[in-house]
């Protein structure tokens, strides 16, 4: 079981057995046709890497093991498309809303407004006084740094759309008594991107999360940062918008 072929397969059934959370050895066992001596010991150095938890003939899985499993995976040669198929697009948002409201984010999944003409949908909009978080979430992101540009792009336009619709937006998002409001796009990637950010939109893989909520205030200043303050009238206005 320590050839990465065999290892990269373990993960495989793991992660689809284990959809719903939880499997059973034994079915692993008939999964992998693995010698059970040799997956009890791979299982157990799963355990101690903290990827999952084991119960007697039970394997327990969380979100955050199924991610860094598939992160695994994707380090031993497995395709990224095929393993993210196996963990669904929900329980990586979820793990990203969780990691949010660790940090004391106010999360709304799938937030829909309109500017101008034009509707927008945030993924997940994250608020704590004064930053608002709009995040957009690369399941199937592949490592193709076309896509992240464009991604990135998008994201920028959708942050300032939503900043210059504040006061028509403010009583849905309960800012009511915010002086001021910090505008932040971001882009969550399942596996590590080719660069850090573009065009001051922060790009982080899912694993770097909580560190980067951690230190989001020291370096803010160094992303796209859209800044809106209220006016003596009580209305919203940016500061110095691109």
């Known amino acids: 079981m320590e050839s990465q072929p065999s290892r990269l397969r373990l993960i495989k059934e793991l992660l689809r057995l284990g959809r719903n959370g939880e499997l059973r050895m034994d079915d692993l066992i008939l999964a992998t046709r693995a010698d059970e001596e040799c997956l009890d010991t791979t299982i157990k150095a799963f355990e101690d890497g903290g990827f999952l938890h084991r119960l007697g003939d039970r394997i327990l899985l969380d979100r955050e093991g199924k991610i860094r499993l598939l992160v695994m995976g994707c380090e031993l040669g497995g395709d990224v498309e095929e393993l993210g198929r196996l963990i669904g697009w929900m329980d990586f948002e979820i793990l990203i809303q969780k990691a949010l409201e660790a940090y004391g984010y106010k999360v709304i999944h799938a937030f829909r407004f309109s500017h101008g003409k034009r509707r927008w949908e945030v993924d997940l909009l994250a608020?704590?006084?004064?930053?608002?978080?709009?995040?957009?979430?690369?399941?199937?992101?592949?490592?193709?740094?076309?896509?992240?540009?464009?991604?990135?792009?998008?994201?920028?336009?959708?942050?300032?759309?939503?900043?210059?619709?504040?006061?028509?937006?403010?009583?849905?998002?309960?800012?009511?008594?915010?002086?001021?409001?910090?505008?932040?796009?971001?882009?969550?990637?399942?596996?590590?991107?080719?660069?850090?950010?573009?065009?001051?939109?922060?790009?982080?893989?899912?694993?770097?999360?909580?560190?980067?909520?951690?230190?989001?205030?020291?370096?803010?200043?160094?992303?796209?940062?859209?800044?809106?303050?209220?006016?003596?009238?009580?209305?919203?206005?940016?500061?110095?918008?691109?």
Not at 209 to 237: C, H, K, P, V
Request: charged share 25%; hydrophobic share 40%; glycine share 6%.
């Open 127 to 242: 608020l704590r006084n004064p930053f608002i978080l709009c995040i957009d979430c690369k399941h199937m992101l592949r490592r193709q740094g076309s896509s992240l540009k464009r991604g990135a792009e998008h994201n920028n336009a959708r942050a300032k759309s939503l900043g210059e619709s504040l006061e028509s937006l403010e009583e849905k998002l309960s800012i009511n008594s915010w002086k001021r409001a910090l505008i932040l796009p971001i882009i969550v990637s399942l596996l590590a991107p080719p660069f850090q950010e573009y065009k001051g939109c922060p790009i982080v893989p899912i694993l770097k999360l909580r560190n980067f909520l951690s230190e989001l205030g020291g370096y803010i200043d160094s992303f796209r940062t859209l800044s809106f303050e209220r006016d003596a009238q009580g209305m919203w206005r940016g500061e110095n918008l691109p």
